[in-house]
């Protein structure tokens, strides 16, 4: 497929992830528009990860990679809170560790090659990888969760906003370092994802206060 072709491609895709991140941050939750917008979300970030990979080499594979395992187990977590996990999910996790260790030894390559910026982008994305894929595999294959349960009940929904708004951050941080926004390709990666932190924080405060007063 020509490049010129492709990257067009990708920036329709990108456009659509973004349009439906944003309704789906701005509608109503639940119900049967939230599901359709969030399928469309969904399967625009898998092909995006694989025109990614082809037009970004291995760098953005493993980001696209990052992205999609948020926004791939944040859309399951409904079906794990009511079925165990079956060999899909297992794999996903699993598969998920492997791509966060891969990301912390390459971090390691670049540091070595006094590449430093790129190897505090993987850094960064790589340990909260790590601690979501092992958090994942002790709860939901182990049986032995690390964490507690915070908001009883509702805390598949609340894990649900964060890893979708996870995945959200990464396509913005990726669209910022392709674009090269801020002429700085750490500020590119690392200020998006400070302010989606903030952001989720508040929202999950937000929505606290709605469901659990």
């Keep these: ?9 990708h920036t329709i895709l990108g456009i659509i992830v973004f349009a439906t991140g944003c309704l789906q941050i701005l509608l109503k939750k639940k119900g049967t528009i939230h599901r359709i917008i969030g399928q469309i979300y969904l399967y625009s970030w898998l092909l995006i990860l694989i025109s990614g990979a082809y037009l970004g080499g291995p760098v ?51 540091f070595l090659q006094n590449n430093i910026s790129l190897a505090t982008i993987f850094v960064v994305f790589g340990l909260i990888f790590l601690l979501t894929t092992v958090g994942d595999i002790f709860k939901y ?7 507690k349960q915070v908001y009883g009940k509702q805390d598949w929904y609340f894990e649900h906003i964060i890893r979708m708004s996870i995945s959200f951050i990464a396509a913005v941080t990726a669209f910022a370092s392709i674009q090269n926004v801020f002429k700085n ?29």
């Design 60 to 110: 953005m594979t493993i980001v696209g990679v990052f992205g999609f395992y948020f926004a791939l187990t944040g859309a399951r977590l409904a079906r794990l809170k009511t079925k165990g996990p079956q060999w899909v999910e297992k794999f996903i996790f699993l598969f998920g560790a492997l791509v966060s260790i891969v990301m912390l030894y390459y971090s390691v390559i670049l």
């Design 185 to 213: 390709n750490t500020v590119n990666f690392l200020l998006p994802t400070v302010i989606g932190v903030i952001l989720i924080s508040l929202a999950i405060k937000s929505y606290k206060n709605k469901l659990l007063k």
């Design 141 to 147: 294959i182990l049986h032995k969760p690390l964490k």
């Design 1 to 9: 497929m020509d490049r010129e072709i492709s990257l067009q491609i």
